[in-house]
């Protein structure tokens, strides 16, 4: 075989080689994947504690939680949306917020609870039980009784409780959330109202008068 015949067939060789590898190493335009964009993130929508931390008036605050309050029994836990409006107390009421109120008849709270969320009712009795909800906020949850099994509110207090204790006389206002069923000693069952409020103290005559008792005992 001559110099000149080895020459071309080395030049053949060579761009078919090139050829070859053109065609196994680019890849073709179905083979390419093309990946969509990451959607947006969703926007996280915020709790009704959010919600109303936002503002200091009560009657915003309310429009948020009205709704979202409901009944208990002694079965069911405590309502959680009741002590998210507490947390707003604590930073936010004061005695002219719950005097503003129209106020609570026991009568009409015993045939509608839904109707009289929202409202506000001031009572004078002893105190049943008191005792400081865990976590870091100075809120007081207990029960207060008059002379009978209806006379009975489920309390959660912020503000100052002083010296009160078990037994103690005190009058405390607040914005009813609902009602508490319990059963009770005499075999049956108690309604208590359950109010976000404070004691009459001296040291929470800082946050304005309180209004008048609307219960004594």
């Known amino acids: 075989m001559s110099t000149s015949t080895v020459c071309v067939l080395g030049i053949l060789c060579l761009v078919a080689c090139e050829k070859s590898a053109a065609t196994t190493t680019a890849p073709s335009a179905e083979s390419v994947k093309v990946e969509p964009p990451p959607p947006p993130p969703v926007a996280k929508e915020p709790t009704p504690l959010?919600?109303?931390?936002?503002?200091?008036?009560?009657?915003?605050?309310?429009?948020?939680?009205?709704?979202?309050?409901?009944?208990?029994?002694?079965?069911?836990?405590?309502?959680?949306?009741?002590?998210?409006?507490?947390?707003?107390?604590?930073?936010?009421?004061?005695?002219?917020?719950?005097?503003?109120?129209?106020?609570?008849?026991?009568?009409?709270?015993?045939?509608?609870?839904?109707?009289?969320?929202?409202?506000?009712?001031?009572?004078?009795?002893?105190?049943?039980?008191?005792?400081?909800?865990?976590?870091?906020?100075?809120?007081?949850?207990?029960?207060?009784?008059?002379?009978?099994?209806?006379?009975?509110?489920?309390?959660?207090?912020?503000?100052?409780?002083?010296e009160l204790v078990e037994k103690s006389q005190a009058k405390f206002c607040g914005i009813v959330t609902g009602k508490h069923s319990y059963r009770n000693s005499g075999g049956g069952s108690t309604h208590a109202i359950q109010l976000v409020g404070m004691f009459d103290l001296p040291e929470n005559r800082t946050f304005g008068t309180p209004p008048a008792p609307t219960v004594a005992h």
């Not at 709704?67 to 507490?86: G, I, M």
Request: charged residues 25%.
């Open 50 to 162: 959010e919600t109303i931390l936002e503002t200091k008036d009560l009657n915003k605050a309310l429009t948020t939680m009205k709704p979202l309050f409901k009944d208990v029994s002694t079965d069911e836990p405590a309502d959680a949306n009741a002590f998210s409006f507490a947390i707003w107390a604590h930073a936010n009421l004061t005695w002219k917020d719950i005097g503003a109120l129209p106020f609570v008849k026991t009568a009409a709270f015993k045939k509608d609870p839904d109707l009289e969320r929202g409202k506000y009712f001031c009572f004078r009795s002893s105190i049943i039980q008191i005792a400081k909800v865990p976590g870091k906020y100075p809120i007081y949850s207990g029960l207060m009784g008059g002379r009978g099994s209806d006379d009975v509110v489920d309390f959660l207090a912020v503000h100052s409780t002083g």
